[in-house]
């Protein structure tokens, strides 16, 4: 990891603290992302590298996860739980357990635009299924909104409540093995491939006239063309993208 800006200790230490990932021992937020691209982030941790200074959103995050561990009364905060699952392992750290109110708190610095309550679901879900047999009724995310002050119409942290319902382990559960026998690439939404699309364009036109579908008859002097869905997430957005196979057998 480079330091561009001569930043202090404090900041490197932190940006280079070990996290050397164990074979078979698997992290909730891994299973947040493709199978296929965790699998490449360990096996070249060096691109994942970059400056002290690009770390600044881990380094918030870490710093309010530290300060509300130790201001919190109530409860388990910072709980690590780990659990078999088959030759594997699945690692979690729940923020905060209330057993009194059987919810699972979570914590995020986020943008008022970077809410994303699915994810969060699944993360959540993954934290009940690893707590149990302790019950768990309720999943509450928190989001503490960098951009609060451009957003004035609402509170600065954000909060998201999920009951949990009678069939969600069995769900969350089914997702867990999935992912962890999963040898497959991404699959096009994990890509986050936005779709073929078809437009039709008036002859010698360089501009659609508008988007059409797939069977459309040209009119007379017209066509229509077809443009292939982008791989956004590949495009921009994968930080292993340069040693992927499968993009590179799609190109
Ligand atoms: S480049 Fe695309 S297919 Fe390859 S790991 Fe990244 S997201 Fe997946």
Not at 231 to 238: I, N, V
Request: proline share 5%; net charge neutral; with cysteine.
């Amino acid at each position: 990891m480079t330091n561009r800006y001569n930043l202090p200790s404090g900041f490197v230490n932190l940006c280079n603290a070990p996290r050397t990932p164990m074979p078979h021992r698997y992290s909730v937020t891994e299973l947040l992302k493709p199978r296929w691209m965790v699998n490449l982030m360990r096996a070249n941790p060096r691109l994942l590298d970059g400056d002290v200074s690009d770390q600044v959103l881990m380094i918030l995050g870490t710093a309010v996860h530290k300060v509300l561990e130790e201001h919190t009364s109530e409860g388990f905060a910072e709980r690590k739980i780990e659990r078999v699952v088959g030759e594997d392992t699945l690692v979690g750290v729940i923020d905060l357990y209330n057993p009194d109110t059987y919810t699972i708190e979570d914590y995020k610095v986020t943008t008022t635009r970077h809410t994303g309550t699915d994810e969060w679901r699944l993360q959540g879900l993954m934290y009940a299924w690893l707590l149990r047999p302790e019950y768990v009724d309720r999943l509450r995310f928190h989001a503490i909104l960098r951009d609060w002050t451009y957003h004035h119409d609402g509170p600065a942290v954000w909060t998201w409540e999920y009951k949990v319902m009678a069939d969600d382990m069995a769900y969350i559960e089914a997702y867990i093995k999935t992912w962890l026998s999963n040898t497959e690439p991404c699959t096009p939404s994990e890509r986050w491939n936005d779709g073929d699309t078809w437009w039709l364009y008036k002859d010698g036109n360089v501009r659609a006239t508008h988007q059409c579908a797939s069977d459309t008859v040209a009119p007379k002097g017209y066509h229509v063309v077809y443009r292939v869905g982008v791989d956004k997430r590949c495009e921009r957005w994968c930080p292993v993208a340069s040693v992927c196979k499968a993009k590179r057998e799609r190109l």
